[in-house]
């Protein structure tokens, strides 16, 4: 079983169009995050939630939008889509808040702003 | 990383040691991390170290941390060419688990 999944993989969409990403882990942690990796294999956190309570969000336009449903669900939804947003964007969770961050990362869903 | 330095590339020959640097800016820093990113693939946890550690070893892997200097070295004992890869160090700063990665090393194993 995976242990953090996203879906979908690939996401090819339009200037101004609004997409959403889903993950979800079944490890049983409390903390979820999104990160963006841009073309230079930067990685940055955009967003953390514990327990479905948002408590990292990293200077993300307002366009970006989590949302938590649930301690094993984190979704990401985007608005007006622009082509610097294209990115692999990677959920990730782990156990606890504080302490060892011991991140698990899901495959990543590549987005592509035409 | 905004505060985590990696060089960029590292070509090794197969069988030899490869040995990954980093550096890193914030001395709170609790735990730091070694991330291993195949291509088209996520982020897979190699090991990681607390801060009041000086050294680690995994198998092939050896992590140093010379906390006076900031200073995070992954060594790769016998590398395969299943280590090509990308890889990334990380630092977690306390609160609100938030990592900092570093900007990622590309390993290349010849034969």
């Known amino acids: 079983d995976t242990a953090v999944s996203q879906t979908p993989k690939y996401l090819v969409t339009q200037m101004g169009n609004d997409k959403s990403i889903k993950c979800e882990q079944n490890l049983g942690h409390d903390t979820m995050y999104w990160y963006k990796q841009d073309s230079k294999k930067f990685l940055k956190i955009m967003f953390s939630y514990n327990n479905k309570e948002l408590i990292i969000n990293e200077t993300v336009p307002n366009r970006f939008s989590p949302k938590s449903p649930d301690k094993a669900h984190l979704n990401l939804h985007i608005n007006s889509l622009e082509l610097g947003d294209s990115a692999v964007y990677f959920c990730?969770?782990?156990?606890?808040?504080?302490?060892?961050?011991?991140?698990?990362f899901g495959q990543g869903t590549r987005l592509t702003v035409v | 990383g905004e505060d985590v330095e990696q060089s960029l590339f590292l070509s090794v020959r197969e069988g030899d040691s490869s040995v990954i640097n980093c550096t890193y800016t914030d001395s709170s820093s609790t735990y730091l991390y070694w991330y291993k990113q195949e291509p088209g693939a996520g982020l897979q946890l190699l090991t990681y170290i607390f801060s009041n550690m000086d050294m680690k070893q995994d198998q092939r892997l050896t992590v140093l941390l010379n906390k006076k200097d900031k200073h995070l070295s992954l060594r790769i004992a016998d590398t395969q060419t299943g280590d090509s890869a990308i890889y990334f160090c990380a630092e977690s700063r306390g609160g609100g688990n938030k990592l900092t990665f570093g900007t990622g090393t590309q390993l290349k194993v010849e034969l």
């Open positions: 990730a969770s782990s156990p606890e808040v504080g302490g060892n961050t011991e991140a698990f």
